[in-house]
């Protein structure tokens, strides 16, 4: 009898994020006795000048002048009043980059304790306008970051802290709306990605992802093995055949829009709720974490569902590609040849390169609806983390046109991606004897550019297509404004892509 699972339940789904207090338009020192902290961002250059205009300058001078201070420090005090309000300071240089100011703010929140400050205000002193509201915004992302709380199952466990309120205090115009939005996608991410491999495996997760449509008023449709098979998809089946449980599929999840003729956006996310590798088996280390191997699909949902919630007029669809790869009598092999829907044979080399085996098919599929671009994500290949580390992520594209864009999305949203290569020559290295196509190199070497090779052959003609190759999903000590190993990463950048860059969708 197959051990009996856990299951999540509805009341243990996040709670829809707070939305962003009305900014205060003016520091005070009577807005500071209504805080129990206050995080202020001040310029590292002439910072003595802008105290002087500080309620409480001179008890703010004289902490600040105890030591030599530069950009990226940080210092704090009670201010002498009736709260003994917690001063949180820290010192940004001038024209810095999203991904320092968002940093910055990840390192202020350190000296907070959760619970212990039910109303945080959040102020940017002293740096103009435009770095006036970006610094706040960093400032809110890091603390809805900070006041989230990721999945525990410690038993006897006290209740998590009440969320704060948080306090912007801005005289600039504010998006108090995409910053809740993009603060909850983020943090939606996280929570998937930190889930246990019993709590969110195919099942449980569709457990979950329905909840979540239900709640948001999204469509959903669910492919399981029988529809997949019928489909010919037997690339994501040669994956899932080795698993005991027989609930892997594609979730096809649906926002309309009020443009809802039109093309629809198509995010595509690998979902194994866990690799062992399956016959080519991982080394205990390497298969420690493959809980977060499904950290792809939920950020296609999570963008899916802050577009949604922002009531962006295209239409957007997510398909999820949910599946365990195991090990067993019936899993599939190197050597074996297996047919995906659009009639590509794939001559399989190495059983741990399943997610492009299970994103080969989604993104097939995908390609049928005539979508007006996709664009895919996954923790794909160790190639991407050896290339660029773990503090970026790597993107490719099939449309020169949107270099650009990808870079400048995650710039500006200090989720930062790097544009690789993806060359039509690497195919000849893809050629078999046997099939159309094999699945990888045996060597490995550039395996995240051979990957997106092969996923190419899969989407539509004509279609603009991109892939995110996650290296920067998790990092030990966290990542920007993102204290947690899991960072949950493309969030900001998606939003600023789609929503800032917007580039050409359609055919050229």
């Known amino acids: 009898m197959a051990a009996r699972r856990s299951r999540t339940t509805l009341a243990e789904l996040p709670a829809r994020a707070r939305p962003v207090g009305k900014p205060e338009a003016q520091l005070s020192a009577a807005v500071l006795g209504r805080l129990d902290a206050l995080?202020?961002?001040?310029?590292?250059s002439g910072t003595r000048d802008v105290i002087k205009r500080l309620p409480f300058a001179e008890v703010i001078a004289r902490v600040h002048g105890r030591g030599a201070r530069r950009a990226g420090d940080t210092f704090t005090l009670n201010l002498p009043n009736e709260k003994a309000t917690l001063l949180v300071?820290?010192?940004?240089?001038?024209?810095?980059?999203?991904?320092t100011r968002l940093t910055l703010a990840g390192k202020m929140l350190k000296h907070l304790q959760r619970g212990e400050h039910p109303r945080i205000g959040l102020s940017a002193q002293g740096l103009g306008a435009p770095d006036t509201a970006s610094g706040v915004e960093a400032l809110l992302a890091a603390a809805q970051a900070w006041d989230f709380s990721l999945p525990a199952y410690?038993?006897?466990?006290?209740?998590?802290?009440?969320?704060?309120?948080?306090?912007?205090?801005?005289?600039?115009?504010?998006?108090?709306?995409?910053?809740?939005?993009?603060?909850?996608?983020?943090?939606?991410?996280?929570?998937?990605?930190?889930?246990?491999?019993?709590r969110l495996d195919p099942a449980g997760y569709r457990s979950i992802i329905e909840a979540l449509c239900e709640r948001e008023g999204l469509e959903y449709e669910f492919m399981d093995e029988a529809a997949l098979r019928r489909a010919g998809a037997g690339a994501f089946l040669a994956v899932t055949q080795g698993s005991a449980n027989r609930d892997a599929g594609?979730?096809?999840?649906?926002?309309?829009?009020?443009?809802?003729?039109?093309?629809?956006?198509?995010?595509?996310?690998?979902?194994?709720?866990?690799?062992?590798?399956?016959?080519?088996?991982?080394?205990?280390?390497?298969?420690?974490?493959?809980?977060?191997?499904?950290?792809?699909?939920?950020?296609?949902?999570?963008?899916?569902?802050?577009?949604?919630?922002?009531?962006?007029?295209?239409?957007?669809?997510?398909?999820?590609?949910?599946?365990?790869?195991?090990?067993?009598?019936?899993?599939?092999?190197?050597?074996?040849?297996?047919?995906?829907?659009?009639?590509?044979?794939?001559?399989v080399i190495h059983t741990d390169a399943e997610g492009r085996m299970v994103l080969a098919d989604t993104l097939a599929l995908a390609s049928k609806s005539r979508p007006a671009a996709i664009v895919d994500f996954a923790t794909l290949t160790g190639a991407c983390v050896v290339a660029l580390g773990t503090r970026y992520s790597g993107a490719f594209t099939?449309?020169?046109?949107?270099?650009?864009?990808?870079?400048?999305?995650?710039?500006?949203?200090?989720?930062?991606?790097?544009?690789?290569?993806?060359?039509?020559?690497?195919?000849?290295?893809?050629?078999?004897?046997?099939?159309?196509?094999?699945?990888?190199?045996?060597?490995?070497?550039?395996?995240?550019?051979?990957?997106?090779?092969?996923?190419?052959?899969?989407?539509?003609?004509?279609?603009?297509?991109s892939h995110l190759d996650l290296s920067a999903a998790t990092r030990h000590g966290g990542l920007a404004h993102v204290g947690s190993d899991i960072t949950g990463?493309?969030?900001?950048?998606?939003?600023?892509?789609?929503?800032?860059?917007?580039?050409?969708?359609?055919?050229?």
């Open 39 to 44: 995080l202020l961002l001040l310029p590292s």
């Open 250 to 347: 594609i979730v096809r999840i649906r926002y309309r829009g009020r443009k809802s003729r039109s093309a629809p956006i198509a995010l595509v996310g690998k979902g194994l709720c866990f690799d062992t590798g399956g016959t080519n088996l991982k080394s205990h280390k390497g298969m420690l974490d493959m809980h977060t191997d499904m950290a792809g699909s939920a950020l296609a949902l999570a963008t899916l569902m802050a577009l949604a919630r922002l009531k962006h007029p295209r239409p957007v669809e997510a398909w999820l590609a949910l599946a365990e790869n195991r090990i067993g009598s019936r899993a599939y092999k190197p050597q074996d040849v297996v047919t995906a829907v659009n009639g590509t044979t794939i001559q």
């Open 154 to 198: 410690k038993s006897g466990k006290a209740p998590a802290p009440k969320a704060a309120t948080l306090v912007p205090i801005c005289k600039h115009p504010l998006d108090r709306s995409r910053i809740a939005a993009t603060g909850e996608a983020t943090n939606l991410v996280r929570w998937l990605t930190a889930m246990p491999p019993d």
């Open 489 to 508: 990463f493309g969030a900001r950048f998606m939003l600023s892509l789609l929503l800032d860059q917007q580039p050409p969708l359609g055919p050229e």
């Open 89 to 99: 300071v820290g010192l940004l240089r001038d024209g810095a980059a999203a991904f």
């Open 398 to 465: 099939n449309r020169p046109s949107w270099r650009v864009a990808i870079e400048r999305a995650g710039q500006d949203s200090g989720e930062r991606v790097w544009v690789l290569p993806m060359d039509e020559d690497y195919d000849e290295e893809l050629d078999s004897k046997v099939a159309d196509v094999v699945q990888c190199l045996a060597d490995g070497q550039a395996d995240h550019i051979y990957a997106t090779r092969f996923l190419s052959r899969f989407v539509g003609a004509g279609i603009p297509w």
